[in-house]
């Protein structure tokens, strides 16, 4: 069993839907990070956040530390929020990754 | 102010040769870690760097070294290629007035190996 798992991996909606994609984990953490990558690469970190609730925009991140479990939904969703969204656990720079969810927002 | 940037972006070695690709932290960050990541699957940790030496280090054999260098900048090291080391190799900066905890990721620099 991975260390951190991440559902669904792909996810397809139509533009104006809710979204919402999971995150579970099995080792203890000092931070949870939400990050989005777009093809060819480039990882722009979304939230960070160790207990509660963060929103940012139409973003919002929660984490429940007792049951190791995390979500990021995105209300509203657009095409351009078409992309891989990753959860990391860990402390410091030493994070363990998801393998990610694949989302495409159609229009 | 320019954020974390790597260079190669692109590089085609052959097995068994040797490769080193660069990293310029975010200005004002101290710290540089370095990721794999194989397609389709989330990047994994390679090691850290802190002032001028490996803090911290994933599951990545002696094949993989580093190095970090005064202006913070750090270079990713690897002998003896193979096939299963083609991956995108990402490097994420942090520390400063930001902290240690979130972080800034390069673009990446894409490895084939032949």
């Known amino acids: 069993k991975n260390e951190v798992e991440q559902s669904p991996q792909n996810l397809t909606a139509q533009e104006g839907e809710f979204i919402t994609i999971n995150c579970s984990y099995s080792?203890?953490?000092?931070?949870l990070h939400w990050l989005q990558q777009h093809p060819g690469g480039g990882i722009v970190s979304l939230f960070m956040?160790?207990?509660g609730k963060k929103k940012h925009g139409r973003l919002i991140a929660t984490i429940n530390i007792q049951e190791k479990h995390s979500s990021l939904h995105i209300t509203a969703s657009h095409p351009r929020d078409s992309a891989v969204y990753i959860c990391?656990?860990?402390?410091?720079?030493?994070?363990?990754f998801g393998a990610g969810t694949i989302l495409r927002v159609k229009s | 102010d320019a954020g974390v940037t790597q260079s190669p972006t692109h590089l085609i070695k052959t097995r068994g040769q040797q490769v080193t690709l660069r990293c310029s932290p975010k200005?004002?960050?101290?710290?540089v870690s370095w990721y794999q990541q194989a397609l389709g699957q989330g990047p994994q940790f390679i090691f850290q760097?802190?002032?001028?030496?490996?803090?911290q280090r994933g599951n990545f054999p002696d094949r993989f070294s580093g190095h970090q260098f005064p202006n913070y900048s750090s270079e990713l090291n690897v002998n003896a290629l193979l096939l299963g080391d083609s991956a995108l190799y990402l490097c994420?900066?942090?520390?400063?007035?930001?902290?240690?905890?979130?972080?800034?990721f390069g673009s990446g620099t894409q490895l084939s190996v032949l």
């Open positions: 760097y802190y002032e001028e030496e490996e803090r």
């Open positions: 994420a900066s942090s520390g400063g007035q930001a902290g240690y905890e979130k972080l800034f």
């Open positions: 990391a656990v860990g402390g410091g720079n030493k994070l363990v």
């Open positions: 200005s004002g960050h101290d710290t």
């Open positions: 956040l160790s207990s």
């Open positions: 080792v203890g953490i000092s931070a």
